[in-house]
């Protein structure tokens, strides 16, 4: 972890995932990644056989059933980093996380709308030809922002 973790926090979440063994598999990586938080946008979590640190239990979970109502909580200070395969996107190679975050990613079939993408302060995305799984997309990012490297 980096010197500065109690200066930084991070959480993550999804927004009307469709596959609830995606995202028990992604809040275990937010729970061994550092995470602070994990939250849901629109379809709620439910217990699953791959969350199987249950994370829900272990770390703060919240639930917000419209982006409007989860963007007028995000933390002050904190910056919206969008997940998401978009022109207007940072090279996640290249990118510098804030220290202060939440990184919101979208429904495996969907992805982020553009309402949701213009209200991000930043967007980040992959070298990838096609978009990823959710979980697997969201592991990356924690994964990433733990590597030595400078934080906005």
């Given at each position: 972890?980096n010197d500065?973790?109690i200066n930084e926090?991070?959480?993550?979440?999804?927004?009307?995932g469709k596959?609830p063994e995606?995202l028990?598999v992604?809040?275990?990586?937010a729970?061994?990644?550092?995470a602070?938080f994990?939250f849901?946008?629109g379809?709620?979590?439910?217990?699953?056989?791959?969350?199987t640190?249950?994370?829900?239990?272990a770390?703060?979970?919240?639930?917000?059933d419209?982006f409007?109502?989860f963007?007028e909580?995000?933390?002050?200070?904190?910056?919206?980093?969008?997940?998401?395969l978009?022109?207007?996107?940072s090279?996640l190679?290249t990118?510098?996380h804030?220290r202060?975050?939440?990184y919101l990613?979208?429904?495996?079939?969907h992805?982020?709308s553009?309402?949701?993408m213009?209200?991000?302060?930043?967007l980040?995305k992959?070298?990838?030809?096609k978009s990823l799984n959710?979980?697997?997309a969201?592991?990356?990012i924690?994964?990433?922002r733990n590597?030595?490297k400078?934080?906005?």
């Amino acid at each position: 972890m980096n010197d500065n973790f109690i200066n930084e926090y991070f959480g993550i979440g999804i927004q009307n995932g469709k596959t609830p063994e995606n995202l028990g598999v992604l809040w275990r990586s937010a729970q061994n990644l550092g995470a602070t938080f994990i939250f849901t946008i629109g379809n709620r979590y439910a217990k699953q056989a791959s969350d199987t640190h249950d994370a829900v239990k272990a770390i703060p979970y919240f639930h917000y059933d419209t982006f409007e109502a989860f963007f007028e909580n995000l933390p002050k200070g904190a910056r919206l980093v969008g997940v998401e395969l978009d022109e207007k996107a940072s090279d996640l190679e290249t990118f510098e996380h804030p220290r202060r975050c939440v990184y919101l990613l979208g429904a495996e079939d969907h992805g982020l709308s553009r309402k949701v993408m213009d209200k991000c302060h930043n967007l980040v995305k992959f070298k990838s030809v096609k978009s990823l799984n959710v979980a697997v997309a969201g592991t990356i990012i924690m994964y990433d922002r733990n590597l030595p490297k400078p934080r906005s």
